[in-house]
């Protein structure tokens, strides 16, 4: 099964958007596991992602950052063959 991370912080509507629209495409039929990393958990995942932040990365290749892009991670979560549907 694909793996998801949402490399996001508290607070960040951008991320709450970004997870949510994961979570649809669940829903649709796309089959992964969802982990959401708080980068303020430590200090390099801070100064790695924040200016990123939402990163979504999909089995360890980042298809979408800043502004979810949907098509980007319908195209990698397609390449992982996550569809079930």
Same mark, same amino acid.
């Given at each position: 099964?694909?793996?998801?991370?949402? !490399?996001?912080?508290?607070?960040?509507?951008?991320?709450? @958007?970004?997870? =949510?629209? *994961? +979570?649809?495409? &669940?829903?649709?039929? !796309?089959?992964?596991?969802?982990?959401?990393?708080?980068? @303020?958990?430590? =200090?390099? *995942? +801070?100064?790695? &992602?924040?200016?990123?932040?939402?990163?979504?990365?999909?089995?360890?290749?980042?298809?979408?950052?800043?502004?979810?892009?949907?098509?980007?991670?319908?195209?990698?979560?397609?390449?992982?063959?996550?569809?079930?549907?």
């Amino acid at each position: 099964m694909a793996e998801v991370l949402v !490399y996001s912080r508290p607070g960040c509507h951008l991320c709450e @958007e970004a997870v =949510d629209a *994961l +979570l649809d495409l &669940h829903s649709a039929g !796309y089959r992964f596991e969802l982990h959401e990393i708080d980068i @303020e958990s430590d =200090d390099l *995942l +801070l100064r790695r &992602h924040l200016e990123r932040i939402p990163v979504v990365e999909i089995d360890g290749v980042v298809a979408s950052e800043l502004v979810f892009d949907e098509a980007s991670v319908r195209a990698r979560l397609d390449t992982v063959g996550a569809w079930s549907r």
